[in-house]
């Protein structure tokens, strides 16, 4: 459009032949908006497209968080502020989950009695369930906080929140639990870390444009980060975003090979990971994007992984273990990573494909590793690119 204006000056000015001293200020600011417009096009060649997919709670936000306070200004007071009510909301729903369980598997287990809770904290559970299941939760009062307390204690409690795999528990309920006393101050203000672990599912789509800037300040590339929702109805918003993807920034939780679907209980989270990365891996559109699997939540796997046998999952059901500790959740790590690798070549079928793959370990609450990956990943990319541009 504005080469058009540029153009149609042009011939104005031919026209009449000679140039009088407006049309040489005409021309030397059509000029000046050519310049700018070839220099934003180059800048927005320059802007690499990345695009963090994966299924409900595998990660996507906490690593976009990370990048945030990593590469951007991070949270300032009101941001940190304004989790609050998502931190008291993860704490009231997962004290609420936990005593409807515990109230459920009392009755219905061959072996209900290290379920029962003792009376009064009966009583103390039936009001915080009915808190847990409003829309709007009151503010975590010193009350509250020693209330909840009392339950998650409770043995019936924690003998439910060994099932916590069957029940939707979040994976944040753990460390917001010992951290009731901080959370209920009256001048509490969420630290970053509470940021990181609050849960909110991403309705839509979010992004952020940033530059990897080291300490070798080498870089130098622009990357627009879009964090959308996992969930099954938020997928059918990512088409919309499938166009000049320079990185898919897959995340596959793979502690939850044990675990069902917040949105289906009769569905394997494992399962349906593999399932959506191998529809990811056939989208036409990514081509040539380059393939980023993020293997996250390491740090809840190497827990799980020496009680909860790997095969559990139908995807893992010939998994042999080979031995114990640390040797073990190597073996189950390596075991997984492979799984994925034979679904990537499955997938991409036996003609070679222009594309870079790679996988990554990843625990997305550290904010040393999330850098670590991160730099990996930008080191990949531009390589990519000198490659492309015919100079490596
Ligand atoms: N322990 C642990 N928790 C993690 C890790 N990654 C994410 N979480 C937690 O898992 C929960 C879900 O993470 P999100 O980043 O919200 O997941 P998501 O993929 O954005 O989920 P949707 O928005 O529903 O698609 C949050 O409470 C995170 O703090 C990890 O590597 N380790
Ligand atoms: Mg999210």
New binding site residues.
């Given amino acids: 459009m504005l080469s058009t204006v540029i153009q149609g000056m042009g011939s104005i000015c031919s026209r009449h032949g000679q140039y009088n001293e407006a049309d040489t200020e005409e021309i030397a600011q059509a000029a000046e908006i050519e310049r700018r417009i070839a220099l934003e096009t180059k800048a927005e060649k320059h802007i690499q497209k990345l695009l963090l997919l994966?299924?409900?709670?595998?990660?996507?936000?906490?690593?976009f968080k990370q990048i945030k306070l990593l590469f951007q200004t991070g949270f300032d007071d009101a941001e940190l502020k304004s989790y609050t009510s998502v931190i008291f909301a993860n704490v009231y729903q997962t004290i609420k989950i936990l005593y409807d369980a515990s109230k459920e598997l009392a009755q219905n287990e061959s072996d209900s009695a290290k379920y029962v809770l003792s009376p009064e904290n009966e009583g103390i559970g039936e009001k915080l369930s009915e808190i847990g299941s409003r829309l709007d939760h009151p503010c975590l009062t010193k009350e509250l906080a020693h209330e909840i307390e009392t339950l998650w204690k409770d043995s019936a409690i924690q003998e439910t929140s060994t099932r916590g795999n069957e029940l939707q528990v979040?994976?944040?309920a753990n460390y917001f639990m010992d951290n009731l006393q901080r959370l209920s101050d009256v001048n509490y203000v969420p630290t970053k870390e509470d940021v990181?672990?609050?849960?909110?599912?991403?309705t839509g789509v979010v992004e952020i444009q940033f530059s990897p800037v080291g300490e070798n300040k080498k870089s130098g590339e622009v990357y627009r980060l879009f964090?959308v929702?996992?969930?099954r109805n938020?997928r059918r918003k990512w088409i919309h975003l499938f166009e000049g993807v320079t990185a898919v920034i897959f995340?596959a939780a793979i502690s939850e090979y044990d675990q069902t679907l917040f949105e289906d209980d009769n569905r394997n989270r494992m399962m349906e990971t593999k399932e959506l990365f191998d529809w990811v891996l056939k989208q036409p559109c990514f081509e040539k994007t380059s393939i980023m699997l993020f293997l996250?939540?390491?740090?809840?796997f190497e827990k799980k992984v020496l009680n909860v046998p790997l095969n559990a999952c139908d995807w893992f059901k010939d998994y042999q273990p080979v031995s114990t500790g640390k040797q073990e959740i190597e073996h189950a790590y390596e075991f997984v990573k492979k799984k994925f690798e034979e679904l990537y070549f499955q997938s991409t079928g036996p003609n070679p494909v222009d594309r870079v793959f790679k996988i990554y370990r990843?625990?997305?609450?550290d904010q040393k590793l999330v850098k670590k990956t991160f730099k990996l990943v930008d080191e990949t990319l531009r390589r990519r690119n000198l490659l492309e541009a015919g100079l490596l």
């Avoid at 409900?56 to 690593?63: D, W």
Wanted: proline fraction near 3%; aromatic fraction near 6%.
């Fill in positions: 994966g299924a409900g709670e595998s990660g996507k936000s906490t690593i979040p994976d944040c990181l672990y609050a849960r909110v599912r991403t964090d929702g996992g969930q938020e995340c996250n939540k390491f740090d809840i990843t625990t997305a609450l």
